[in-house]
């Protein structure tokens, strides 16, 4: 048991519409990124964030985007869902400034989009 | 940028015996970390081992362990006494070494089976 927990654990939405994923970061950590897994593919990084600004992001277009609360909890966005964003989308928590610390992940939540 | 590549698909081994899963991977980076996450059926990744690039010595943690070969580029997994429990998705990744930015880079993935 990490800590991370993420909801819903499974979703579907129609395309075009718009879908909020949340984590909730492991006691400790502040910062938090998120990740999309393709079925059959590794994951690939969306964006991290840190005191609740964005500090790195993947090529992911901008219809997809991020927040993170005072809490360390954070919600990832996705608008105008395309079929193409059917996946896993794993959050991972870890604590600034330490290049080697760990990440934790959740156990993501999987989107279908019909 | 960096890339991870995990050549073999799929992979079984026999329980109690050993099997090694490979790993190749690209940067002009010198200072960086690699891992393996192990991702069972409940989907959540799992750390099992992290190579620290700057450190000679292959990293172990109790029945698994790596082969770390720098100049190679290659990065291997070595799982000792398999368990039915080691049934899994197997992914490499990469971290840079620079700065706090948590970001991994990941492999395809190898399905590992593992028969009683």
């Known amino acids: 048991e990490t800590g991370v927990t993420q909801s819903p654990t499974h979703l579907i939405k129609t395309r075009g519409q718009q879908v909020t994923l949340r984590c909730s970061s492991q006691?400790?950590?502040?910062?938090v990124s998120w990740y999309q897994q393709a079925l059959g593919q590794g994951p690939q990084f969306i964006f991290q964030?840190?005191?609740?600004?964005e500090n790195g992001r993947g090529n992911f277009p901008p219809r997809f985007s991020g927040l993170q609360f005072p809490n360390y909890s954070s919600e990832l966005n996705v608008n105008a869902l395309e079929l193409d964003d059917s996946a896993l989308y794993l959050c991972?928590?870890?604590?600034w400034g330490v290049g080697n610390e760990k990440l934790f992940f959740g156990s993501g939540t999987q989107l279908s989009v019909l | 940028a960096q890339t991870v590549t995990q050549s073999q698909p799929e992979m079984s081994v026999q329980e109690a015996e050993t099997v090694t899963l490979s790993c190749t991977y690209d940067?002009?980076?010198?200072?960086?970390?690699l891992f393996w996450y192990k991702q069972p059926p409940s989907r959540q990744m799992i750390l099992v081992i992290r190579?620290?690039?700057?450190?000679?010595q292959n990293a172990t943690e109790n029945r698994f362990s790596v082969n770390f070969q720098k100049a190679a580029k290659s990065f291997s997994l070595k799982i000792s006494d398999s368990q039915l429990g080691d049934a899994a998705m197997y992914f490499c990744?990469?971290?840079?070494?620079?700065?706090?930015?948590?970001?991994?880079?990941f492999g395809k993935g190898i399905t590992l089976s593992v028969r009683p």
């Open positions: 991972a928590s870890s604590r």
């Open positions: 940067t002009s980076e010198s200072d960086y970390y």
């Open positions: 190579q620290e690039a700057y450190k000679q």
């Open positions: 990744a990469y971290r840079s070494a620079g700065g706090a930015n948590s970001k991994l880079t």
């Open positions: 006691s400790g950590h502040n910062t």
């Open positions: 964030y840190y005191r609740e600004e």
